[in-house]
């Protein structure tokens, strides 16, 4: 954090103790004034009462605009639904630039919703857009998702991980698709990439513009048949329901802290990463 962060932070954290001690004490002294001669005479004045009633209006008054102010001050942190997050997406494409960066099982959810957003684009501003996604390297063994042997114990299912392998394929090309369409309507400058790194399908997080941190994993496992006619149980993540944590910078030290530990994650798993390509399948 910089000094001038600090310095407001500090300053928000001890303005509301300073301005009500100082209104209460002004309306205390001016109550003292008015009843204590001595203390009257001290202060020349003989208008005591009524600026000490004025100065407990200002109190008053300034107690409102402090709790007005926290309500309208973003939370530290928030619950959303993963299905949601086109909403957060229809925000940053205001600006001339967005850029987002997503970890996912398949990025279907960030692609499904970011394809809407840009899809439903409308006014003078053509914004410039960077997605990244960062998905598991289907081509490696692993055991969720796998299937289940015949101990009812997990193993590689190497036919699933071919299916998801082809998803992700699919969404790639997809917004390659969506990124000739819009540049061709004039709407938007569409650049994504696919990479591809042997880590825990289980991370699911997004972040858009380094500003807002959309944070949670794939915290349903389901047990069902495979899409053929094998008869075999593969064990699959299910996610696109999930609630997500979101925090945004603008919320305080704790949120720009988990906004900049992800950020980093990111930009190191980004870099250890492949590109996806067909020679992956």
């Known amino acids: 954090m910089s000094v001038r962060q600090r310095v407001v932070e500090g300053w928000a954290q001890s303005e509301s103790v300073v301005t009500r001690v100082l209104l209460l004490s002004i309306f205390g002294l001016g109550l003292v004034a008015q009843f204590v001669q001595p203390v009257g ?63 996912g099982f398949t990025g279907q959810t960030v ?58 394929h699919g969404y ?10 819009l540049q061709l309507d004039g709407k938007a400058e569409l650049d994504p990439h696919f990479r591809v790194l042997h880590i825990s399908p289980s991370l699911k997080f997004c972040l858009i513009n380094d500003e807002q941190l959309f944070d949670g994993i794939y915290d349903k496992l389901v047990i069902q048949p495979a899409n053929d006619e094998s008869g075999r149980q593969v064990l699959d993540l299910m996610g696109y329901h999930a609630s997500l944590t979101r925090w945004h910078v603008d919320a305080g030290a704790a949120a720009r802290e988990k906004c900049k530990q992800r950020k980093e994650l990111f930009e190191t798993l980004w870099d250890l990463a492949r590109p996806l390509t067909p020679s992956a399948s």
């Open 111 to 168: 692609v499904d919703q970011i394809t809407t957003s840009l899809e439903d684009l409308r006014g003078s501003v053509r914004p410039q857009v960077r997605v990244r996604i960062l998905v598991p390297d289907f081509t490696k063994p692993m055991e969720i998702p796998g299937m289940l042997n015949g101990e009812g114990k997990a193993e590689d299912d190497d036919l699933l991980r071919a299916e998801l392998l082809a998803q992700v």
């Open 41 to 103: 005479d001290a202060l020349e004045g003989k208008a005591y009462l009524g600026g000490a009633v004025l100065s407990l209006v200002g109190y008053v008054l300034y107690s409102e605009v402090q709790k007005l102010n926290a309500a309208m001050r973003p939370a530290t942190r928030e619950t959303v639904l993963t299905r949601h997050l086109q909403t957060y997406f229809d925000e940053s494409l205001l600006s001339r630039e967005a850029h987002i960066d997503a970890i």
């Open 172 to 181: 790639e090309r997809s917004m390659r698709n969506l990124a000739r369409r």
